[in-house]
């Protein structure tokens, strides 16, 4: 995935359209991704460098397990995982 978008932010962007997210800040690269109308989630990457590896990381609402199960967090997570996959690999998805 480093490979496939590192300093090629146009697949990430890509993947934000095909997602329906709005663009963020606070990572090179930052979308929210409206997984429901009331639930976002917050997508960020950051390109490695010469003291850290590129990183991915999903943020959830802090009291988001009020209202999804442990279990269908994770689940979303792997499902918006493969979806931007899919995009910064230009696959159709379903």
Same mark, same amino acid.
């Given at each position: 995935?480093?490979?496939? @978008? ?8 890509? =993947?934000?359209? $095909? ?9 090179? !690269? $930052?979308?929210?991704? #409206?997984? /429901?109308?009331? /639930? #976002?989630?917050?997508?960020? /990457?950051?390109? =490695?460098?010469? &003291? /850290?590896?590129?990183? $991915?990381? !999903? +943020?959830?609402? =802090?009291? $988001?397990?009020?209202?999804?199960? +442990?279990?269908?967090?994770? !689940?979303?997570?792997? +499902? ?5 996959? =899919?995009? @910064? &690999? ?5």
């Amino acid at each position: 995935f480093r490979k496939a @978008v590192s300093s090629n932010f146009e697949k990430l962007e890509q =993947a934000r359209l $095909a997602l329906g997210g709005e663009k963020d800040s606070g990572a090179d !690269f $930052a979308i929210v991704i #409206p997984v /429901f109308d009331w /639930f #976002p989630c917050r997508f960020c /990457f950051w390109e =490695a460098d010469d &003291e /850290f590896d590129s990183r $991915a990381v !999903f +943020y959830w609402d =802090a009291n $988001a397990r009020q209202f999804v199960h +442990y279990e269908t967090l994770w !689940f979303m997570n792997m +499902y918006l995982s493969q979806r931007i996959w =899919a995009a @910064v &690999e230009g696959r159709a998805w379903g």
